[in-house]
């Protein structure tokens, strides 16, 4: 498959956004309207340390990966953090996510930062057999705290 890899613009909301339903779907999740369209204009906005870019072929959205970055107590430089990566179905195997997660840290060395890292549930075997050829795993478990 031909396909680019490339910066979220205002004309991706629809196909953006179905991207983003999968993706919450996938991870049998919901959240607000307002927290969609919130989300797609800190994505798009200068002043936000969140970025989204996203997989294209032949003028449709196959692929999108949502990253931030922050300061840590333990560098110099920031963290990034891979929050959200989802490739339609059919998109799956053919090196999407993979492009996805290299642009990634293409963006995060632009932007000196000093580690990428994310976070997937222990059953979603198949992005695991992916992550685990492209990063390393790590022994932390995460804690959360929920309103």
Wanted: a negative charge.
């Amino acid at each position: 498959m031909d396909f680019t890899i490339r910066q979220l613009n205002e004309n991706d909301y629809v196909q953006w956004k179905a991207l983003w339903l999968g993706y919450l779907d996938f991870y049998i999740s919901e959240v607000t309207e307002e927290v969609t369209n919130t989300t797609f204009r800190r994505l798009l906005a200068e002043n936000e340390p969140m970025y989204c870019l996203v997989a294209e072929e032949q003028g449709a959205l196959t692929g999108l990966v949502h990253f931030l970055c922050h300061r840590s107590t333990w560098t110099t430089g920031d963290y990034c953090y891979l929050q959200d990566l989802f490739v339609r179905p059919e998109g799956r195997k053919h090196g999407t996510g993979r492009a996805l997660i290299a642009a990634v840290n293409a963006a995060a060395n632009e932007m000196n930062c000093s580690k990428v890292y994310w976070i997937t549930r222990e059953n979603n075997y198949r992005a695991r057999a992916l992550y685990d050829q492209v990063a390393t795993k790590t022994d932390f478990i995460q804690y959360r705290i929920t309103d």
